[in-house]
């Protein structure tokens, strides 16, 4: 534990503070990195671990180096890993592959049996064998009750019904997008926001939906990440085709460069010229003049 001095007043007096070790973890059921408690063990990215959550093993890998953090930060208390991979989990890992694909073709057929309006994305057994986690995706809310029943009957297990949406099942299956990155709902991102169409005409980006939609068939969440940039931006710029005035003569704007905050002129004369926001005012009746006289 670490202390640290704090004043009161004309008291003085220690705050201890314990630090845990902590490593993210990444499991077949959340690609997304969660804290864990690390232990004693020697941890290092990539490293295949047995974790306890919720009262069953599951299977992990280690997705980044471990640290030391205030055990204030986490109100609530972390799973833990267990062990590192064993020869034995080696074996346990692949006979649950098997039974995982044998439940999912099960599960296939009953649901085409009971006519269910719902379409089996993937199934996934805890390390423990003892819960099973159906991930399907539908329209609307599905009454599968019999089909649990069913399922649970066949296969001895408690079995866990979870309704995903293609966002979801995209981050599961993982991939790379077009960038040649790693898809981010499978690395990073935690939640997914609201993505308009709006966001890429902002952008000016052409409104291809192929090149515009992620492995989801949804629009690509990146069109989010810098929409406020190019919002922020555009209100220091002049719209395509306005009237700037300061310049020797009328001029009209028939570019803009929203990432280099430029816009681009064309003069009476034929001229063409670039002018940055920082030497643009935009003037009460809401039109744009140059700060500094061009031409003359």
């Known amino acids: ?96 592959e098997g039974l995982e694909n044998r439940a999912f073709n099960v599960c296939q057929k009953k649901i085409a049996e009971l006519k269910l309006p719902m379409k089996l994305t993937d199934v996934k057994y805890s390390f423990s064998k003892k819960k099973g986690t159906f991930l399907f995706s ?21 079995v866990e019904m979870r309704q995903i949406g293609v966002r979801d099942d995209a981050a599961l299956k993982g991939g790379c997008g077009d960038c040649g990155r790693e898809l981010c709902c499978s690395t990073y991102m935690k939640n997914f926001d609201p993505v308009s169409v709006r966001m890429a005409k902002e952008q000016n980006l ?36 306005k009237r700037v005035s300061g310049c020797s003569g009328p001029a009209m704007v028939i570019r803009q460069d929203i990432l280099a905050e430029e816009v681009t002129l064309a003069l009476e004369g034929g001229e063409r010229i670039t002018v940055h926001a920082n030497d643009l005012e935009r003037m009460a009746n809401g039109q744009y003049k140059v700060k500094s006289p061009i031409g003359g």
């Open 1 to 96: 534990m670490n202390e640290d001095v704090n004043t009161d007043g004309d008291s003085i007096f220690p705050i201890y503070t314990e630090k845990i070790k902590v490593v993210s973890i990444i499991t077949p059921l959340d690609p997304k990195p969660v804290f864990h408690l690390g232990g004693a063990l020697r941890l290092i990215a990539g490293t295949r671990v047995v974790i306890k959550t919720d009262g069953y093993e599951e299977a992990g890998v280690v997705s980044d180096a471990p640290r030391f953090m205030e055990a204030r930060y986490h109100k609530t208390p972390l799973p833990e890993v267990i062990r590192k991979f064993t020869e034995e989990d080696e074996k346990n890992s692949a006979a649950i």
């Open 206 to 241: 052409s409104l291809n939906p192929t090149k515009l939609s992620g492995q989801c068939g949804r629009l690509k969440c990146c069109l989010r990440f810098e929409h406020a940039h190019y919002v922020e931006v555009k209100r220091r710029l002049p719209a395509l085709k």
């Open 138 to 158: 539908a329209d609307g809310r599905v009454d599968f009750r019999r089909l649990v029943k069913a399922l649970s009957e066949n296969f001895s297990i408690r």
